[in-house]
């Protein structure tokens, strides 16, 4: 069974704050690693992924890997109100794509 | 947008009766999901394709049916719904089974099973 671990929050974080989510997985065989962003009755969708150890940024987000740790981040600058939303994370092994029950993110104006 | 159309979006079935959920993509991607999503749980894969006539089981497989007879098509099969498998599920793509390749979801069928 792999497991992906997620904490459900809700977490809350002022406008314009850092919002770090987090998520811990169990199979050390994972690759890659995706967050989406799942807003309430809509689809996921795709925020970003990484699959190197280290950091990588895409505008106000940024994905930290550290595949020893077998622990994978997502940190939100500049929270805005539209950042709320449910954030699942999600390892890659062997053809299937592993999600965890993801982190209830509220931004207050 | 990935190109993606789940239908129905919604459907309202009784306990017994067959139900057959249909994901058509025009992407030409190889590789095609089926999840459900339930509160606490999660998404959870309950069959996957890597090529037409080519599927696999997924984490929670029992009760259901698959099958994938155009690269475009996906069709999720309940041969008798029962209450437990009332659920949101969502169909989605990826261009092939390597790691760097992501998924895409279509809108979700919402299903609920009396």
């Known amino acids: 069974q792999k497991e992906v671990e997620q904490n459900s929050g809700p977490l809350s974080v002022p406008e314009g704050a850092i919002a770090s989510l987090n998520c811990t997985y169990s199979d050390r065989g994972s690759q890659s690693f995706f967050w989406y962003r799942q807003y309430s009755g809509k689809s996921p969708e795709l925020i970003m992924f990484?699959?190197?150890?280290g950091d990588k940024e895409d505008g106000r987000f940024t994905a930290q890997l550290n595949k020893a740790s077998q622990y994978v981040s997502l940190l939100i600058r500049d929270s805005q109100p539209s950042d709320s939303a449910t954030y699942l994370c999600?390892?890659?092994?062997?053809?299937?794509?592993?999600f965890g029950t993801g982190t209830s993110l509220t931004v207050i104006p | 947008d990935a190109g993606i159309t789940q239908s129905p979006r919604h459907k309202v079935t009784e306990t017994g009766t067959p139900v057959t959920l249909r994901c058509h993509q025009t992407?030409?991607?190889?590789?095609m999901y089926w999840y459900r999503q339930d509160p606490g749980h999660g998404l959870r894969l309950i069959h996957y394709?890597?090529?037409?006539?080519?599927?696999d089981k997924g984490e929670v497989s029992d009760g259901y049916s698959v099958s994938r007879s155009k690269t475009e098509d996906f069709l999720l099969t309940l041969e008798s719904a029962t209450s437990s498998q009332t659920s949101v599920y969502f169909c989605?793509?990826?261009?092939?089974?390597?790691?760097?390749?992501?998924?895409?979801f279509g809108d979700g069928t919402r299903l609920s099973i009396l």
């Open positions: 990484i699959y190197s150890n």
């Open positions: 394709s890597y090529g037409v006539k080519d599927t």
């Open positions: 999600a390892p890659y092994t062997g053809n299937q794509f592993y």
């Open positions: 992407e030409n991607h190889r590789y």
């Open positions: 989605a793509i990826s261009p092939q089974g390597v790691s760097n390749q992501p998924q895409h």
